[in-house]
């Protein structure tokens, strides 16, 4: 017969069962034969003794608990405890006088005492009480890594990518530029590059991307934080669609960057610190008229000189863009809503409105965005939402126009007028050149952000191409005279948009001109880059 396992509700509020068992502890740090250290002792303290037993000394055992974990665990368990207690004593012979274990305060864990002695932990532990623990097993961590002379500062930069990861190219270059030493960490790695890293040099700050790299329960970034490490998430997609897959508040005391303004003040509403506006940008290396990577990048100018659709056999108008996003029905599995709502959200698209992100939570009645398990279903309606209306948005302008697709196989469901499909291409590859030939390239904001841009905004301008897009209110970033020419509202309006604009040769030439200069000038990566390390204070 199985054990019956020990529940309890963990700091979320969810119920979790408790693991037992002396596999359950690990080794911090610390001389073997020193005093022990335990950080939690477990539903069954006598299993810390077992783990930690051949370590342990004369000396008085000394522990740290979680009064949450303790009021939960019931009467039962401080008769555990002084079982435990007496078993270490007659098992390692421990002073008569004075205590055997010693209750220390978390404030206790001082940097000396830390080290005085062998530190263990209960591994679950940081899972159920992360806002307790982490703080305390990151300083136990650095305790042992830190060097006894305090370091300066570095020009070096951690970046939790991988070279193949979102923007990782485009944010190591940047800073490149910038004089710094950005240092790439590969997420799959982390656990064990992250403690060499910090004891090498100490980095300016840590960038990631959508979290990547910092685990869900904010240990990694616990071990930066006791470092010294400020770390900044630059949060490209929806920031609840990421916070939803995070199992600690630790997020809530990071520098978040969010692409779309709107979240800011939701965020602050549930508890960030620092929240700051950081849109998307341009590396001119891949977009623009000539390298900005380092000497040595392999990036050479490139001639700018516009070509003729016809070289490409091009459309008057192309899009380039998936027909929903990666993994989209796993992500979203069990999130469905109510069909009338859908119909409702129908409706507002046929009058060129737009049931974003933020319609969505309004009409689902949400003020809770996480931890809830249903912080994803106005996700899931807004991305249904954006789904209809891109592709009504294709429909409409192949009524009027050519339009070539650069996309996957589920456009001919939702678009079956367009009959020019082509394969999805690189981003590092022919995209630019595919921008620079086409006429005009169409732009259709997701509505998971409410008042977000997409890298269309920026890489077509500046490869030399022309962008019309939807009027998302991302674009007050830009100045209106440039904005207005080039917006439009509904799905109907983008076929007259076209042909006034042909038109209009020398005020599309004009504009060509003036939103290139703009986007280069203005709006690149490194301009980004300088904007994160002010804000870090760097």
């Given at each position: 017969?199985?054990?019956?396992?020990?529940?309890?509700?963990?700091?979320?509020?969810?119920?979790?069962?408790?693991?037992?068992g002396a596999g359950q502890y690990e080794r911090l740090g610390g001389a073997p034969g020193s005093p022990v250290l335990l950080l939690g002792l477990g539903p069954v303290p006598l299993d810390a003794v077992i783990a930690a037993g051949l370590s342990f000394s004369g000396a008085p055992v000394k522990y740290v608990e979680c009064p949450d974990f303790e009021r939960q665990m019931g009467g039962l368990w401080p008769a555990a405890v002084r079982m435990a207690e007496k078993t270490a004593?007659?098992?390692f012979a421990h002073a008569a006088d004075g205590p055997a274990w010693e209750r220390l305060a978390p404030e206790a864990l001082t940097r000396e005492l830390?080290?005085?002695?062998?530190?263990?932990?209960?591994?679950?532990?940081?899972?159920?009480?992360?806002?307790?623990w982490g703080p305390l097993v990151a300083a136990c961590q650095w305790a042992f890594l830190a060097p006894d002379a305090p370091m300066e500062r570095s020009r070096a930069v951690l970046v939790t990518a991988d070279l193949s990861d979102l923007l990782a190219r485009e944010i190591v270059s940047a800073l490149h530029e910038l004089g710094l030493k950005p240092k790439r960490l590969s997420p799959d790695l982390m656990a064990k590059d992250?403690?060499?890293?910090?004891?090498?040099?100490?980095?300016?700050?840590?960038?990631?991307?959508?979290?990547?790299?910092?685990?869900?329960?904010?240990?990694?970034?616990?071990?930066?934080?006791?470092?010294?490490?400020?770390v900044a998430v630059w949060c490209v997609d929806n920031p609840w669609h990421l916070l939803s897959g995070l199992k600690s508040p630790f997020w809530k005391d990071c520098h978040l960057f969010v692409t779309d303004a709107s979240f800011i003040g939701p965020l602050k509403g549930h508890g960030a610190r620092r929240v700051h506006h950081l849109p998307l940008a341009v590396d001119p290396a891949i977009f623009g008229p000539g390298p900005s990577a380092p000497p040595g990048s392999g990036s050479a100018p490139r001639d700018f000189t516009p070509l003729p659709r016809e070289a490409m056999g091009l459309g008057?108008?192309?899009f380039v863009g998936r027909s929903a996003f990666p993994d989209r029905e796993r992500y979203f599995a069990g999130c469905g809503v109510d069909p009338t709502e859908l119909d409702a959200a129908r409706e507002i698209l046929a009058r060129g409105g737009r049931p974003d992100h933020a319609w969505w939570v309004r009409r689902l009645g949400m003020s809770l965005l996480?931890?809830?398990?249903?912080?994803?279903?106005?996700?899931f309606g807004a991305e249904e939402s954006s789904r209809l209306r891109r592709a009504e948005c294709l429909r409409a302008a192949a009524r009027e126009l050519t339009v070539t697709i650069f996309g996957d196989e589920g456009w001919r469901e939702l678009a079956p007028e367009i009959?020019?499909?082509?394969?999805?291409?690189?981003?590092?590859?022919?995209?630019?050149a595919i921008y620079r030939a086409a006429p005009y390239t169409l732009n259709v904001t997701s509505l998971l952000l409410p008042h977000g841009l997409t890298q269309r905004h920026f890489d077509v301008w500046a490869a030399g191409g022309f962008l019309i897009t939807?009027?998302?209110?991302?674009?007050?970033?830009?100045?209106?005279?440039?904005?207005?020419?080039?917006?439009?509202?509904?799905?109907?309006?983008?076929?007259?948009?076209?042909?006034?604009?042909?038109?209009?040769?020398?005020l599309t030439n004009d504009l060509r001109r003036a939103w290139r200069s703009l986007i280069l000038s203005e709006h690149t990566y490194v301009h980004r880059m300088t904007t994160l390390l002010v804000a870090l204070g760097l």
């Open positions: 017969m199985r054990p019956q396992r020990i529940r309890i509700v963990n700091e979320l509020g969810k119920p979790r069962t408790l693991m037992s004593v007659e098992a830390v080290r005085s002695c062998e530190v263990f932990r209960y591994r679950p532990a940081a899972q159920l009480f992360p806002s307790f992250l403690p060499v890293a910090l004891t090498r040099s100490r980095p300016q700050c840590c960038v990631s991307v959508n979290f990547k790299g910092l685990d869900a329960h904010g240990e990694r970034y616990g071990l930066l934080r006791a470092a010294g490490v400020p008057q108008l192309t996480w931890p809830t398990a249903e912080a994803r279903r106005p996700g009959f020019d499909l082509r394969s999805p291409v690189d981003y590092y590859g022919p995209l630019a939807d009027a998302t209110p991302g674009l007050d970033i830009f100045p209106r005279e440039l904005t207005e020419p080039v917006r439009f509202r509904a799905p109907s309006e983008i076929g007259p948009l076209v042909r006034r604009l042909e038109s209009e040769r020398g």
